[in-house]
């Protein structure tokens, strides 16, 4: 045996069979927890800020437009014989980024199941950062859809890339924190990144408007996080921050899961079996519905705050309860799940009520006086759809194997994501702001239902084929030598779902 890093051309789980053979191995407690502490140290805190990156460069969108972006790229137009304003172009600046990542996420799945990760993730981000900070120089409305839609289009590939090496490094168990993990970045870069706007908002003098430094400095923090991109080896068989024997317990660590190790080859047969698997649209559904109301905060949030009777400046800041709730929310029901298996789908549900709780409490409050709370309250619970979308990616990555299903799976669940962000700005009618915006929280209390039944229909499913399974009777000693076969999750009888 040797823990040398291997040709990527080479099928990693046939290098795995080589190097582990078909049986356990025994694995020293102490020297598995060391490996884990050192993939976590290594990928968890720039996956944090990576996706966190990915999140603000949308969000911005919505504090720039209270601080001049709207005047100046006319997003806003106001009817001259009914006086009312028409955001439909800033609808679609937000809705046409999510058409790119749409067009964007299946390509970049290929590239990033069939070379190695680190030089088609690099590169893209590298790209992604370019274009962000290009924003600052697009004078029309026309340009900034172009611009946005290119945006959409490079930054696909994160979303897709984190679920994949999330469910290549780690066990089943530790999957639902370290998938909630990254993806809380979303709430702690609403955080991080208000806090920005709100000091680049201060700015009035300069070569540059607000919103302009805003982007540019996106940009550059997106460039940094290219960098490290580079790093990112292919597989735990090749993780250079590990040593040889280390290498060798990170992948035995994997047997027990049996969701297999990545593989570079595509095969037809598990996009096939995908195709055809209810468990993996039934995932993609919530994770649609569930993510309206993203399209909706990320474009439009820092706006409806201000019409609930708030300067703009202090709309910035009631994102901060927003994103600690999401943030906050994740990384608790990322931790409960790994302690308790099977509580992913319930805690799912759970979380889907404040929301709905948090749309009706907007919609029916009182709007414009005397610096209304209820409004502020209930925009402050929508931050649970943190906790569901986070739990919709964990289940997504837990409950499949097969590595060209596992990317299936992944970009399915991706294109949800972006179909649900595609239609949220879509309920934003500025025409019935003085009504409160009935069609947007009517429309989002339905997705919201919707996510609830799909959960209920998927958990019985699963349940109903896991406890068919625990009746074959197998033999436990062929459960080792089925783990680096690559087999999805229906040719394998000894793999369980998580519920």
Same mark, same amino acid.
């Given at each position: ?12 789980? +046939? ?78 600046? /937000? ?30 981000? $590298? ?15 026309? =340009?900034?859809?172009?611009?946005? %839609? ?12 984190? $679920? ?21 970045? /979303? ?42 991109? %580079? ?9 250079? #921050? ?81 994103? +600690? ?82 990317? #299936? ?5 991706? @294109? ?22 009935? =069609? ?9 239902? @919707? ?49």
């Amino acid at each position: 045996m040797n823990g040398e890093s291997h040709d990527e051309k080479t099928s990693t789980p +046939a290098v795995a069979n080589d190097l582990m053979g078909m049986e356990a191995c025994s694995v020293d407690p102490e020297v598995a927890k060391r490996v884990l502490r050192k993939i976590d140290t290594f990928l968890m805190p720039a996956m944090v800020i990576g996706y966190g990156l990915v999140y603000y460069d949308k969000a911005i969108l919505g504090s720039a437009a209270l601080f001049g972006m709207t005047l100046d790229l006319q997003l806003a137009v106001v009817n001259p014989e009914t006086g009312k304003t028409d955001t439909s172009r800033l609808s679609w600046a /937000t809705s046409i980024f999510y058409f790119g990542q749409l067009v964007g996420s299946y390509p970049m799945t290929y590239a990033l199941q069939h070379f190695n990760t680190r030089f088609v993730l690099g590169p893209a981000v $590298m790209v992604w950062a370019l274009i962000c900070a290009a924003t600052a120089g697009v004078s029309t409305w026309q =340009g900034l859809l172009v611009q946005r %839609f290119f945006l959409g289009f490079t930054e696909s590939i994160v979303p897709t890339a984190f $679920m994949t090496i999330v469910s290549g490094y780690y066990t089943q168990p530790e999957q639902s924190l370290r998938q909630t993990f990254w993806f809380s970045g /979303t709430g702690w870069f609403t955080i991080v990144g208000s806090a920005l706007n709100y000091g680049f908002a201060q700015i009035t003098s300069g070569a540059l408007r607000p919103w302009q430094y805003i982007y540019v400095l996106a940009g550059a923090l997106t460039f940094l996080f290219g960098i490290w991109c %580079f790093a990112l080896p292919n597989s735990p068989l090749d993780a250079w #921050f590990l040593t040889p024997e280390e290498r060798l317990v990170a992948v035995e660590r994997l047997r027990a899961g049996q969701t297999g190790l990545r593989n570079q080859e595509i095969k037809t047969a598990q996009i096939r079996e995908a195709l055809c698997d209810s468990k993996v649209w039934l995932v993609a559904l919530i994770m649609g519905s569930a993510y309206t109301v993203n399209g909706a905060v990320s474009g439009f949030g820092p706006l409806i705050v201000s019409t609930f009777g708030y300067s703009p400046l202090e709309s910035i800041l009631f994102q901060f309860p927003l994103g +600690a709730i999401s943030g906050v929310g994740m990384l608790l029901t990322g931790w409960l799940c790994s302690r308790q298996r099977d509580l992913r789908i319930a805690s799912l549900v759970l979380c889907c009520l404040p929301v709905i709780a948090g749309y009706v409490l907007i919609w029916k409050s009182s709007w414009g006086h005397h610096r209304p709370v209820a409004p502020v309250a209930g925009y402050s619970l929508i931050g649970f759809f943190g906790p569901v979308v986070g739990l919709a990616v964990s289940l997504g990555a837990g409950n499949v194997a097969g590595a060209t299903k596992r990317s #299936f799976m992944a970009a399915a669940v991706f @294109v949800a994501y972006c179909v649900g962000n595609i239609v949220g700005p879509q309920l934003v009618r500025s025409e019935t702001k003085a009504q409160h915006y009935p =069609g947007l929280w009517t429309g989002l209390i339905v997705f919201y239902v @919707v996510t609830i039944l799909a959960a209920c229909v998927l958990y019985a499913i699963l349940f109903r084929e896991n406890k068919r399974r625990e009746q074959l009777g197998l033999d436990e000693q062929e459960k080792d030598r089925n783990a680096f076969k690559d087999l999805t999750d229906k040719e394998n009888p000894y793999f369980r779902y998580v519920l």
